[in-house]
């Protein structure tokens, strides 16, 4: 079993930045894939970005050029910066998890994005 804890939602300006955080926790052989999700209102949850255990990184068109992934492989946890946010950008914003062919989900953090 993997335990996902998130954190580093809030409320932001159009423009600002956020950084979210993802730790996962557990009994888990190793993981494979690591990314975000994100489900705005009346809307299907969407692949953000994830990255491969060897470092390859996939980004949803939307966010391309303005946000990063990163993940620190001693500490399970993997990173989203956030920059020039925009109100489109709002929703929850869920962990994800591949080991050994099994997905697991955060909670999910609310992302904010208004003036």
């Given at each position: 079993q993997v335990q996902l804890v998130e954190s580093g939602g809030g409320l932001v300006q159009p423009g600002g930045s956020l950084r979210l955080s993802c730790a996962a926790s557990g009994s888990f052989f190793s993981i494979n894939l690591m990314g975000w999700y994100r489900q705005a209102p009346g809307k299907e949850r969407e692949l953000v970005a994830n990255i491969q255990?060897?470092?390859t990184t996939n980004y949803a068109d939307s966010v391309k050029g303005r946000f990063t992934i990163s993940r620190e492989h001693a500490k399970n946890t993997v990173y989203l910066q956030m920059d020039s946010l925009k109100p489109e950008d709002t929703a929850v914003y869920y962990c994800n998890v591949l080991s050994l062919g099994v997905?697991?989900?955060?909670?999910?953090?609310?992302v904010t994005v208004s003036s």
């Amino acid at each position: 079993q993997v335990q996902l804890v998130e954190s580093g939602g809030g409320l932001v300006q159009p423009g600002g930045s956020l950084r979210l955080s993802c730790a996962a926790s557990g009994s888990f052989f190793s993981i494979n894939l690591m990314g975000w999700y994100r489900q705005a209102p009346g809307k299907e949850r969407e692949l953000v970005a994830n990255i491969q255990r060897g470092g390859t990184t996939n980004y949803a068109d939307s966010v391309k050029g303005r946000f990063t992934i990163s993940r620190e492989h001693a500490k399970n946890t993997v990173y989203l910066q956030m920059d020039s946010l925009k109100p489109e950008d709002t929703a929850v914003y869920y962990c994800n998890v591949l080991s050994l062919g099994v997905n697991y989900w955060g909670k999910g953090t609310l992302v904010t994005v208004s003036s």
